[in-house]
């Protein structure tokens, strides 16, 4: 069984975001993690390489420095790591996106394909399910359970406060959720491993069947009107009272917020 993972070098919002002139994340600028509903998506790629002797290939579309995320998730146990980059491909939205992974992902042999739902950074969850239209393949979204039977994947659904099994032949894409596991830590031998593996890096003239017009800012139909960093909250209202007056003070202010 081959499976190909999907990942996403997303900045660390704690650590706040930062923006370039024309609205585009400045990614070069901050803290960066692997997103976590992918590397969920990574730790269900890796249990089927425990369970059926899989192999796992990772591939990311990023700046040079999202090599990292490669190779973390090779250190975790992951076989090999692809790095799409190109100056042409930046500023890209989730068309463009998935356009460019899909161009990637049909240079290699897959059965199965794992995104996340989504990256923390857009929230959009569009690209794995972009993906699959553009390959031609089924799409299983917001997995929370995954199953692999005689050529078949059997998925748990997760939908508002029940799930859905659902099952569909391979190959087939599944985007999964962060809740679908708790992801394994990267291993001493696997981090001295990784750092001496090869990441395979793949610019524009690797993608297969991808028109330049769906590459990059040029190709994002998605305009943005304006962006920002989080909203700072002021110093709010302060009060010095007993503690009698500011239990009343409290209750008073739920009861105007109809809290209470």
């Known amino acids: 069984?081959?499976?190909?993972?999907?990942?996403?070098?997303?900045?660390?919002?704690?650590?706040?975001?930062?923006?370039?002139?024309?609205?585009?994340?400045?990614?070069?600028?901050?803290?960066?993690?692997?997103?976590?509903?992918?590397?969920?998506?990574?730790?269900?790629?890796?249990?089927?390489?425990?369970?059926?002797g899989a192999e796992v290939t990772v591939v990311t579309m990023g700046l040079p420095k999202a090599e990292e995320v490669l190779r973390e998730a090779m250190a975790m146990g992951a076989d090999k790591g692809i790095l799409v980059t190109d100056r042409v491909l930046g500023g890209a939205d989730t068309w463009a996106t998935s356009q460019t992974i899909a161009g990637a992902i049909r240079n290699l042999e897959y059965d199965l394909i794992i995104t996340g739902r989504q990256a923390i950074d857009g929230d959009t969850a569009q690209v794995g399910p972009q993906i699959s239209e553009h390959l031609g393949i089924p799409v299983i979204s917001y997995a929370q359970k995954i199953e692999i039977e005689d050529g078949y994947v059997i998925v748990e659904r997760q939908y508002d406060d029940r799930y859905h099994v659902l099952k569909a032949k391979m190959p087939c894409l599944i985007t999964a959720l962060a809740?679908?596991?708790?992801?394994?830590?990267?291993?001493?031998?696997?981090?001295?491993?990784?750092?001496?593996?090869?990441?395979?890096?793949?610019?524009?003239?690797?993608?297969?069947?991808?028109?330049?017009?769906?590459?990059?800012?040029k190709g994002s139909p998605t305009q943005i009107a304006k962006a920002s960093d989080k909203v700072r909250k002021g110093a709010g209202e302060k009060v010095n009272l007993d503690p009698a007056a500011s239990v009343d003070y409290i209750v008073d202010k739920l009861k105007v917020k109809h809290v209470i």
Request: proline share 5%.
């Open 1 to 52: 069984m081959k499976v190909v993972v999907c990942v996403k070098q997303v900045p660390d919002t704690k650590g706040g975001v930062k923006f370039n002139p024309d609205g585009t994340l400045d990614r070069g600028a901050m803290l960066t993690i692997m997103n976590p509903d992918d590397k969920a998506g990574l730790e269900a790629a890796l249990r089927l390489k425990d369970q059926y």
């Open 179 to 217: 809740e679908l596991n708790e992801p394994r830590y990267m291993t001493p031998g696997g981090i001295f491993d990784a750092y001496n593996a090869e990441v395979t890096v793949w610019g524009r003239d690797k993608l297969v069947d991808v028109d330049d017009s769906n590459l990059g800012l």
